[in-house]
């Protein structure tokens, strides 16, 4: 049985990644789950950037 949460969506971009960080970017923000590319963008030069995890799709 497919499930769909296999592959999750980058919450900024809307691409789906094999891999992504689960992070924090605004000072009341909630946790998103964000892409390689975007993660590198909302980490830089943000004091509010909180690094959460990283989730990998798993395949099995
Ligand atoms: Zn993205």
Known sequence: MA???RNKLC???D????????VKYSENGN?????PQCWEKV???NPFYVY??????KKK
């Open 52 to 57: 959460g995890g990283t989730w990998k799709a």
């Open 11 to 13: 919450s900024l971009c």
């Open 3 to 5: 499930r769909s949460l």
């Open 31 to 35: 946790w998103v789950f964000v892409c």
């Open 15 to 22: 691409q789906s990644s094999f891999i992504l960080y689960r």
């Open 43 to 45: 980490s830089q030069n």
